[in-house]
């Protein structure tokens, strides 16, 4: 479509002089309803210029414009020079990039190769993997697959939470209250009820606090024991963590967590120290940011342990030196804005030009309907079950439709797993949501399974015309209206990567291949494809082949499958 819109600007640059070319495509727009065309361009800021009234010279515009080429009519409506574009020239265009690009389609080579990390899913070692952390494990995937499209050389960091006092507290309460062997059988869970008892005991004891802060100070300096625990604990989270992974089909370039900067933090500190940014406070260094609105960095405690923000900062730099990116993403909740907002302008007062290149792309919180999930107090809900409980709900759908059906475990995990990631992100990341288990596990509307099936529709319709599809028709055939909405989502398609990754939004897919299900489904519903006339048998073939491979390549950026049959 953008091609139609470049050559209607042309046609109206050669009549208007005070406007420059950009000034004409930046006015274009797409009217509000079909029947008012393809594009409209106001001629209110002609106004002006021409001293006559808006409609006044949208109608001599439109005389004086010729449809021809790309251009099927031009007609005047008001203020507005409306603008149909040449259905079949369309049609021809969009159905052979779709067919001979196959699964290109919709690539580009903008990103020139170069260097994006996307850091995502980081869940904490020893606390569960829960529905908390679906959102940033499956935007950053999707942000991931949406960079690499574009001809971005992209690096996936998950950026774990293996380092940390917690791991002291952890160790205190394994070592009085812990059992290997229940660990082994179900280590988060164990592991979570032996923090929770830690922060119970630790209300009426609090020297337990002093405690754990010794073990995790023994931990950082390489203590036999405290590893080989910290180690253990660790191992054990990620056989959990990697079958959620599993069930997702996600995975990454590097496991990097806060772990793997222990030694690297000394350096940063002595960097801080040089560029003279490093303050005392009560024991404690920081670096002041009372300059730029905010409460200090806090760099080092009173007892010289580090803190997740030094990991944060030796991370940043350590990726810098070993990628050099040009963009690095950190898909993070948004409560954590001001940490981002703090160690990003210490980098900045570091000196590193590079600040700007770090973004925090964060998203809202999920609460659960009886109020905020809280680890301690036990009440989270765990994203395995999640995951599960939706395969298991479309197995049952499934058989129930069909006991016969093949290949169905595979396909419920496709279907179900592939519900919960689009309901994820088919809300705008930076809304807060309440999660629910009724919408979660129901397929109606503008849900995954809902593309999905549009998709297996496809199939079936090509299946059932067991014939060669060829982008040797007659396009005349696919200019009716119906043909033509399909026709012109499946155009929008990289345009709306481009505009997802300008603001790192996935949203922007999931809209895509719904809009495209829906002007499919209409299409579908109101015309016949596998009719007599081979003629438009095959035009409408060809049409349906389109719309099957671009939902394809929607559904893959988005990390999900694209079943054949539901
Ligand atoms: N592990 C952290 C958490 O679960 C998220 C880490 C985010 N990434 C970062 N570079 N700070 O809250």
Not at 375 to 388: A, H, P, Q
């Amino acid at each position: 479509m953008q091609d139609f819109k470049l050559s209607i600007a042309e046609c109206l640059k050669e009549k208007i002089e005070d406007l420059s070319f950009e000034e004409i495509v930046g006015l274009i727009e797409v009217p509000p309803n079909k029947d008012m065309g393809d594009f409209a361009f106001p001629c209110f800021k002609l106004a002006k210029v021409f001293r006559k009234a808006p409609n006044m010279i949208a109608a001599e515009l439109s005389e004086s414009i010729e449809a021809k080429g790309s251009i099927a009519k031009v007609m005047p409506m008001g203020g507005y020079v409306n603008f149909f574009v040449n259905k079949s020239q369309l049609a021809e265009s969009v159905i052979k990039d779709v067919l001979t690009q196959k699964e290109n389609y919709g690539r580009s080579d903008i990103g020139k190769g170069e260097n994006v990390i996307v850091e995502f899913s980081s869940p904490n070692i020893a606390k569960p993997f829960h529905i908390g952390h679906i959102r940033t494990t499956v935007i950053g995937n999707a942000l991931y697959k949406m960079y690499e499209s574009q001809g971005y050389n992209t690096t996936r960091i998950n950026h774990l939470g293996d380092y940390g006092t917690q791991f002291g507290k952890l160790i205190v309460a394994f070592k009085k209250w812990g059992d290997k062997k229940a660990v082994e059988a179900s280590p988060i869970p164990e592991l979570l009820k032996l923090y929770i008892q830690f922060h119970d005991e630790a209300e009426a004891h609090p020297e337990m606090e002093d405690e754990a802060r010794a073990w995790f100070t023994k931990l950082e300096n390489g203590d036999e024991e405290a590893t080989a625990l910290w180690q253990w604990f660790r191992d054990e989270s990620l056989k959990e963590f990697n079958r959620v992974y599993d069930l997702l089909d996600i995975e990454f370039d590097s496991l990097a967590g806060e772990s793997f900067y222990s030694d690297k933090m000394p350096r940063v500190i002595d960097m801080l120290n040089e560029k003279g940014l490093l303050k005392e406070s009560k024991g404690a260094r920081i670096v002041d940011l009372e300059e730029y609105k905010m409460p200090p960095a806090l760099i080092t405690k009173n007892d010289g342990s580090t803190l997740y923000m030094t990991r944060d900062l030796a991370a940043a730099i350590y990726r810098h030196e070993t990628y050099n990116f040009d963009k690095c993403v950190y898909v993070v909740g948004s409560q954590q804005n001001l940490h981002f907002e703090q160690w990003f302008k210490v980098i900045e007062l570091m000196g590193f030009e590079w600040a700007k290149n770090l973004v925090h792309v964060g998203f809202g919180m999920v609460a659960l309907e009886n109020g905020t999930m809280s680890t301690r107090k036990g009440r989270v809900v765990f994203l395995e079950d999640v995951l599960k409980q939706a395969i298991e709900k479309t197995k049952e759908t499934m058989l129930a439709k069909n006991p016969n059906a093949l290949n169905v475990d595979e396909i419920a995990k496709q279907v179900g797993v592939g519900a919960v990631v689009f309901q994820e992100l088919s809300n705008s990341r930076i809304k807060d949501y309440t999660f629910s288990w009724d919408r979660t596990l129901s397929f109606d509307g503008e849900t995954g399974p809902y593309v999905q099936y549009t998709h297996a529709r496809c199939c079936a319709v090509l299946r059932k015309a067991n014939e060669e599809v060829t982008t040797d028709i007659n396009y005349e055939l696919l200019n009716d209206v119906d043909s033509a909405e399909v026709l012109k989502v499946i155009a929008s398609f990289n345009k709306c990567i481009v505009a997802g990754l300008r603001k790192n939004e996935p949203h922007v897919i999931t809209r895509f291949v719904l809009d495209l299900a829906q002007a499919f489904n209409k299409f579908y519903h109101d015309n016949s494809i596998l009719v007599e006339d081979a003629e438009l048998r095959k035009a409408r073939l060809a049409l349906v082949a389109a719309t099957r491979q671009s939902i394809e390549n929607g559904l893959k950026l988005l990390g999900m499958h694209a079943p054949e049959r539901m």
